[in-house]
């Protein structure tokens, strides 16, 4: 079956630009979550979703960033104003489970660079 | 001290040996604990969760130290497909219900020929 996935792959833009990365979950999963991963460094948490809401958002830097998921599939992740340090591979995951998450299925990722 | 903590490596062994990875965490309520494999420029995957018991997958085995606040990975007879970087993933209680799957920074693996 199909697994999550994320686009564009690969992302290129200018400092101050508006960025959107769009993940497709494994059809049936409630959980989603959003990850970045930076060169030599483990994936870090941004915001996970439990349906259409935000169950924990602490993991995103500073109102620059927005995540939405209106009807408890797709999610949008939005970067307003980007910055150099914005350049990351972002990582979309989803999960069966409720609560205490199990496996989490990643995607292979959106992969941005700032200039 | 950083929520979850591993040695980055990268470890190089040659094909055959045995090689074991560690993993610390700081938050004594976690309540789950995960090892993921990820390729270079792939995206992380589930290599195995790991028990308060211990448990082994064939040449992998993962054991869990709570009073330790430890997690190790354990991988014999190894392989060249086996390099890679390893990830302990811990879940890590937030508070109020919350929980929050906080990866290490990995534990690059190169198996040599």
């Known amino acids: 079956g199909a697994g999550v996935s994320q686009t564009p792959s690969n992302k290129v833009t200018e400092k101050g630009k508006y960025v959107e990365l769009r993940c497709d979950p494994i059809s049936g999963h409630t959980a989603l979550y959003w990850y970045r991963q930076s060169l030599g460094q483990g994936p870090e948490f941004l915001i996970y979703?439990?349906?259409?809401?935000?169950?924990?958002d602490s993991g995103l830097p500073n109102d620059r960033f927005f995540a939405v998921r209106p009807e408890g599939s797709v999610s949008t992740l939005k970067i307003q104003r980007t910055e150099r340090g914005d350049s990351a591979v972002y990582l979309c995951?989803?999960?069966?489970?409720?609560?205490?998450?199990?496996?989490?299925?990643f995607g292979e990722g959106s992969r941005l660079t700032v200039l | 001290r950083k929520e979850v903590e591993q040695d980055p490596g990268p470890f190089n062994v040659p094909e055959g040996a045995t090689v074991a990875f560690n993993c610390t965490y700081s938050n004594s309520a976690s309540q789950s604990f995960f090892w993921y494999r990820q390729d270079c420029r792939k995206e992380p995957k589930l290599l195995m969760s790991?028990?308060?018991s211990g448990n082994e997958d064939g040449r992998f085995t993962a054991q869990l130290n709570r009073a330790s606040q430890y997690i190790s990975l354990l991988i014999r007879d190894s392989k060249l497909s086996d390099s890679a970087t390893y990830l302990c993933v811990v879940n890590m209680n937030k508070g109020a219900g919350s929980y929050q799957l906080t990866f290490g920074k990995g534990t690059k693996l190169s198996v040599i020929p």
């Open positions: 995951a989803s999960s069966l489970a409720r609560g205490l998450p199990g496996e989490l299925f």
């Open positions: 979703f439990q349906g259409t809401g935000a169950a924990d």
């Open positions: 790991v028990y308060s």
